[in-house]
Nanobody, 124 residues
Framework: QVLLVESGGGSVQAGGSLRLSCAVS????????MGWFRQVPGKADARDFV??????????KYADAVSGRFTISRDNAKNTGYLQMNSLKPEDTAVYYC???????????????WGQGTQVTVSS
């Protein structure tokens, strides 16, 4: 069993920045990849891919909509992943979720364990 808890969400104006954290606890012996997904308002039960990072951090992938603005990272010694979000836009408003899975599955948006989500609101 793996528990993931997101934090760092909040409300910012367009152009601002936020840093999300995903703390992992429980059985953390597996070398899992970590990803971030978001559920936008009005899109019920649909989580769009945002970014992913493998165990070592040597490979990352970003959705086109956030490429160049968001940076995914992780600190395995702290069992924590991060999503640095810069130059935020109103369309980034969503509930952001972190998740873990093997790398190959995560790239297909197949997630084994989800966090509870954290709200990010970007105003014009």
């Amino acid at each position: 069993q793996v528990l993931l808890v997101e934090s760092g969400g909040g409300s910012v104006q367009a152009g601002g920045s936020l840093r999300l954290s995903c703390a992992v606890s429980g059985d953390t012996t597996s070398r899992f990849a970590m990803g971030w997904f978001r559920q936008v308002p009005g899109k019920a039960d649909a989580r769009d891919f945002v970014a992913a990072i493998n165990w070592s951090g040597s490979n990352t992938k970003y959705a086109d909509a956030v490429s160049g603005r968001f940076t995914i990272s992780r600190d395995n010694a702290k069992n924590t992943g991060y999503l640095q979000m810069n130059s935020l836009k109103p369309e980034d408003t969503a509930v952001y979720y972190c998740g873990t899975a093997p790398w190959s599955l995560l790239l297909r948006s197949e997630v084994d364990d989800w966090g509870q989500g954290t709200q990010v609101t970007v105003s014009s």
